[in-house]
């Protein structure tokens, strides 16, 4: 299951952990810790939703190309 990015989930990191945002829109959690990173967050155990998109130039005009956080690609038809 996956959730919104809200304040309660930034206010609810661990003292070691920040949040990071992909270039893609993506967020990700940093264990500066221990040095890592994860797409789940480190008390709740889920993703956050943010809408994972890329627009490609290869696709047709209206459709872009998205990944679900299981590294599945999609497409979806936006105009």
Known sequence: MAADLNLEWICSLPRSWTY??????????????????????????EAVVTGHR????????GWEEAYTFEGARYYIKTA
């Open 54 to 61: 890329r627009q490609s130039t290869d696709l047709p005009t």
């Open 20 to 45: 990071g945002i992909t270039r893609g829109g993506r967020v990700f959690f940093i264990n500066e810790e221990a040095k890592s990173t994860t797409w789940l967050h480190p008390v709740t155990g």
